[in-house]
């Protein structure tokens, strides 16, 4: 157990659907990373978050965003979700001051109909 | 840029044998390099890390990797290994300092009685 949670676990959904992936980091980590892993793509940065703030952004869709709010929980919001968004998504947090290792989450299956 | 390749996308072998998985990365910068491990319908979990200094570095689970400056490599290595190493092995790179990680591929490592 990593101490990274997510939610939900499993998630299936229709086309054109909005949906919120939720991830609570380990206690003290002030940074969260989000990665989408799919088969023809692999594991993809998506983006981090430090603190509340955006750090860095990856090959992240403009239908998708994120946010850290102030209890430093994140969430990845999915919208008009396609057939090709189905994935597993991956919350990660490392500490400060430099995250030199990253701890991952059990992973969010989104499945798109 | 970084970037990282791993050289077999699956590899065979028997209980008690050597394995060596191989990974290559390209950066012009300082980095730091990772092994996880993904068991099936798991999250990822870190066997090991190289941040700095001796470049052996020894890992969970009897895993050892060296980091090669000269070659660009960072070959994950377990003397004997056992049917519960059955899972996927992915080498990650970031920038010195912390930051996203860049995923190889992936090796499915497939250890048969």
């Known amino acids: 157990d990593s101490g990274v949670t997510q939610t939900p676990k499993h998630l299936i959904t229709a086309t054109g659907q909005r949906v919120t992936l939720r991830c609570s980091p380990r206690?003290?980590?002030?940074?969260v990373y989000w990665y989408q892993q799919s088969l023809d793509q692999g594991l993809q940065f998506l983006i981090q978050y430090y603190n509340g703030e955006e750090r860095a952004k990856g090959n992240i869709l403009e239908r998708f965003s994120a946010q850290q709010f102030p209890d430093l929980h994140s969430e990845l919001n999915l919208s008009s979700l396609e057939l090709g968004d189905s994935a597993l998504y991956f919350c990660?947090?490392?500490?400060?001051?430099?995250?030199?290792?990253?701890?991952f989450g059990p992973g969010t299956r989104l499945t798109v109909l | 840029a970084q970037s990282v390749t791993q050289l077999d996308s699956q590899v065979p072998v028997f209980e008690e044998a050597p394995v060596e998985l191989r990974c290559n990365y390209s950066s012009s910068v300082s980095v730091y390099l990772f092994w996880y491990v993904q068991y099936p319908n798991q999250g990822l979990q870190l066997l090991l890390k190289?941040?700095?200094?001796?470049?052996l570095v020894k890992g969970i689970n009897g895993f050892e990797a060296e980091f090669n400056k000269s070659q660009t490599s960072f070959h994950l290595r377990k003397p004997s290994v056992h049917i519960s190493d059955t899972a996927e092995y992915f080498c990650a790179v970031s920038v010195a300092g912390g930051g996203k990680l860049i995923f190889g591929q992936g090796t499915e490592l497939s250890v048969k009685p």
């Open positions: 990660a947090s490392s500490p400060p001051p430099g995250g030199r290792e990253q701890f």
């Open positions: 190289y941040l700095s200094g001796s470049t």
């Open positions: 206690s003290g980590d002030l940074s």
